[in-house]
Nanobody
Framework: QVQLVESGGGLVQPGGSLRLSCAASGFTFSTYAMSWYRQAPGKERELVAAIASAGGSANYVDSVKGRFTMSRDNAKDTVYLQMNSLKPEDTAMYYC????????????WGQGTQVTVSS
């Protein structure tokens, strides 16, 4: 059974930090590119960060560059999103996505974790 379980969300003040985790199971994690998406109320889901199956440098949406860092640990089947200098506009539900680099159109989604940035 495929599972992506996000954790680490919560309420934080502007300027604060959170670290999101996404634990994967039920598929060969090391062959999947991983991404973090977010969706704020009334807005479309947007891609925040993405990293290839082998790891290395991640790519980021411009609005989070220099503040967010995505990483993965293929030994633990987990990806992370370190979020620093959080802003109210970062408030959203954050979702983890796994996309196969070997099988076309095969991807999985987690249930999401809520991040709220407010004073």
């Amino acid at each position: 059974q495929v599972q992506l379980v996000e954790s680490g969300g919560g309420l934080v003040q502007p300027g604060g930090s959170l670290r999101l985790s996404c634990a994967a199971s039920g598929f060969t994690f090391s062959t999947y590119a991983m991404s973090w998406y977010r969706q704020a109320p009334g807005k479309e889901r947007e891609l925040v960060a993405a990293i290839a199956s082998a790891g290395g440098s991640a790519n980021y949406v411009d609005s989070v560059k220099g503040r967010f860092t995505m990483s993965r640990d293929n030994a633990k089947d987990t990806v992370y999103l370190q979020m620093n200098s959080l802003k109210p506009e970062d408030t959203a539900m954050y979702y983890c996505n796994a996309k196969s680099e070997r099988v076309r159109n095969r991807d999985y989604w987690g249930q999401g974790t809520q991040v709220t940035v407010s004073s």
